[in-house]
């Protein structure tokens, strides 16, 4: 079955920039989305078709795509950003699949 | 406001049966495509199944395929994941989640906790 990959963790201090990245074989043809999930809440949607940043995210987020690999980058990391961030895409029948996420941490 | 209000959740015994719901409102509930996700305690997110927005598609997560059942009531704009066959790794918080557009997910609802266990 289709696997999106992810790193389990990445660490980044207080104001410097941070990139989770997403593999996987079909994201060359599929669009991907990164949702952000905090403790006891439900995810967010931080960046949908690659790259677009939904109205209410803060302009340190952003995402890009090349070739299988996606990215999500956050650009002057603050406290409130250490969370869980999974990338989400689909395999050629349209079946969805999430990544594993990966862990924020904010030193 | 859009709100998703899932319920049914519980602990069942290994094998058995049960029926998630998940009541929409806010919304015009006939013309979204609804999804099921799930999250083990402490792990990541898992898609679970789809439904298109008039019922006349649906798609499974390999995990559940042949076990679970997702089915809608526009009627009463009413969601359901219909679970057999239950096993101990399908213990996890359901979420309910309306496709907003493709990939999107939003809103979701605050999940229900299944617990399979003897």
Known sequence: ?107 | QVQLVESGGGVVQPGRSLRLSCAASGFTFSTYGMHWVRQPPGKGLEWVAVIWYDGNNKYYADSVKGRFTISRDNSKNTLYLQMNSLRAEDTALYYCTREFIAGWFDPWGQGTLVTVSS
Do not use: N
């Not at chain 1, 809440?41 to 940043?53: F, G, N, T």
């Open chain 1, 1 to 107: 079955s289709y696997e999106l990959t992810q790193p389990p963790s990445v660490s980044v201090s207080l104001g410097q920039m941070a990139r989770i990245t997403c593999s996987g074989e079909a994201l060359p043809k599929k669009y991907a989305y990164w949702y952000q999930q905090k403790p006891g809440q439900a995810p967010v949607l931080v960046i949908y078709k690659d790259s677009e940043r939904p109205s209410g995210i803060p302009e340190r987020f952003s995402g890009s795509s090349s070739g299988t690999i996606v990215t999500l980058t956050i650009s002057g990391v603050q406290a409130e950003d250490e969370a869980d961030y999974y990338c989400l895409s689909a395999d050629s029948s349209g079946t969805v699949v999430f990544g594993g996420g990966t862990k924020l941490t904010v030193l």
